[in-house]
């Protein structure tokens, strides 16, 4: 069993045999799209597709189902993991990545021109799963989403290097680049069977992991250790990206105030701030945060009235995103 | 009048006021969708969306339409230039292009990432777009062509420097790169009213002249005139795209035969090349394919029962495409 399957375990066993099901099926799903547009593409995709991954995204589709028999989840499943490796894929040629989980990336086997054809053909394939659905309302939920995705690459790119963004301009990137999918995620699983109020609940649920996903993210960057995250310490500060436990440590510490970001240029140096940044606190303080975000979304699934087993499930997912290490 | 509104003066005057007023509800669209997302989007994307070009993809939209009063058209008409934008957006980003259309790129003012993003956001919207309209088959149509776009792509990366390339594979590239997206268009507008013998029809009358656009635009890469294209001749070889007019002068000169297209490292050369196989009688025979196809396509025509006004019109569509420059 691979790592990310070991953390999802106990969601697995509380999810039952349709959770299991479905997975099984968005995996086989996946494995089809990759080898049905040509071996041009079946080289770059295939490898990204069939690479594993946790699958939180289709996990919390499967969750929020309202029937978990509807055949619709599977292309929804499918359609919200090609949309979240199509970003990936792009990600990769802008940070010019040469490895993701390990292995070598589109990016690094078929150059940028590949890798940006790749990532726009995972998005069209996004589309045209939940297109197969018949359902308008979830090819809104998918395209909002999307564009919440690169709005939110767009802040980050625009913000980079300025260190006196504010907390809440962090959380609204946060909310943009990350949350909008897990809120997609959820609303999708719930639009098949489930009530209006359900799903915008259900979103909300999504809405607050993914900002809890996001800071734990972003504190695992400064805080390491990197054995277990698998990659130095401080890659933030070397983008120019500002997050939360820099925001913060800002505020106590003078020296950090008056930092210029552009010369942070080589890891060392970049460990050094990290390890300033740690001494002022503010780690615990955006662990914090996060910590709230997953409470806010547990005592959203008490207004809810979901199978116990559903409700267990959920809650997992949601203890799960603050306490995985990568 | 710009020079692109001009070369579609006569095609205008054919239509009549239901197209001219669906173009214009389009560049209202397209102007409302650069101002939606945030400042960061509006100046990256602005100047892209209201820049003008032929709008030649939404002609076609509103051409093909059975009831040109659908209001969906003008969703239609939007979504396919959000399109056609998004993988222009990408393009230039692959090519480091500094100007398009006299203008500087996303890419040139807000670099690679934020291009990048830009894209994914215009793929995003062009999707937002035709979910509105409520019809699964038009999101289908979309995904499809946008799929196409995207395997085109991997397919001339893939190809890149490969002189020995065949005429056929070079035809599917064309098709899947170009041809799916004019395809996708007409297939568009006949949806809101038309019947679905009439839509396959006019799909492939798109088909037809996509493939004539592609093939003059790869004529037109070694024929010049400069003053006309605008771009210096020999753009594709440089970048080591193999096209019809080199893959037929190959079988006509044996030096060319022998020609490695890596050792073509300078624009001097690449100009001698061009003319090299100008003169092997290639250029008139690509120019030749393209016409076939849009006597193909004007044949199409023949076999609806169109109005005259309308089927006047989209010959004039189909004759342009050859008889353009830039």
Redesign the interface.
């Known amino acids: 069993m691979s790592a990310a399957a070991a953390e999802l375990g106990p969601v697995l066993s509380a999810g039952g045999p349709a959770l299991a099901a479905g997975l099984a099926r968005t995996e086989e799903r996946l494995a089809e799209v990759a080898a049905g547009?040509?071996p041009?593409?079946e080289q770059?995709a295939a490898a990204m597709l069939t690479a594993g991954g946790k699958r939180l995204r289709p996990v919390l589709v499967f969750l929020t189902a309202a029937d978990d028999a509807d055949g619709r989840l599977v292309s929804a499943a499918a359609a919200v993991e090609l949309l979240h490796m199509?970003?990936l894929v792009?990600d990769d040629?802008?940070d010019r990545a040469p490895l993701r989980r390990g292995r070598p990336t589109v990016f690094a086997t078929?150059?940028?021109?590949?890798a940006?054809?790749?990532?726009?053909?995972l998005?069209?394939?996004a589309?045209?799963e939940?297109?197969?659905?018949?359902?308008?309302e979830a090819?809104?939920h998918?395209?909002?989403a999307?564009?919440a995705?690169?709005?939110g690459?767009?802040?980050q790119?625009?913000d980079a290097w300025l260190a006196g963004v504010s907390a809440e301009r962090y959380l609204e990137r946060c909310r943009l680049k990350t949350a909008s999918l897990f809120d997609a995620c959820c609303r999708l699983g719930s639009l098949f069977g489930g009530t209006p109020a359900q799903s915008a609940e259900l979103g909300a649920f999504g809405q607050d992991i993914g900002l809890a996903f996001q800071l734990l993210d972003d504190v695992l960057d400064v805080s390491g250790p990197v054995e277990r995250t698998g990659k130095p310490r401080g890659t933030d500060l070397l983008d120019g990206t500002v997050t939360l436990p820099l925001i913060l440590a800002r505020a106590e510490d003078e020296e950090l105030r008056a930092l210029d970001l552009r010369s942070i240029t080589d890891p060392a140096l970049a460990e050094e701030v990290c390890d300033r940044i740690a001494a002022t606190g503010a780690l615990d303080e955006a662990r914090g945060e996060a910590l709230e975000h997953v409470a806010g979304a547990k005592a959203r699934l008490d207004r809810l009235e979901l199978s116990p087993d559903r409700a267990r499930a959920l809650r997992l997912v949601a203890s799960g995103v603050v306490e995985r290490y990568a």
């Open positions: 547009h040509g041009d593409l770059h199509a970003t792009h040629v802008l078929g150059g940028r021109a590949a940006t054809a790749t990532g726009d053909l998005f069209s394939r589309f045209a939940l297109a197969a659905t018949g359902s308008e090819v809104s998918l395209s909002a999307s564009s995705l690169a709005c690459e767009l802040m790119r625009a």
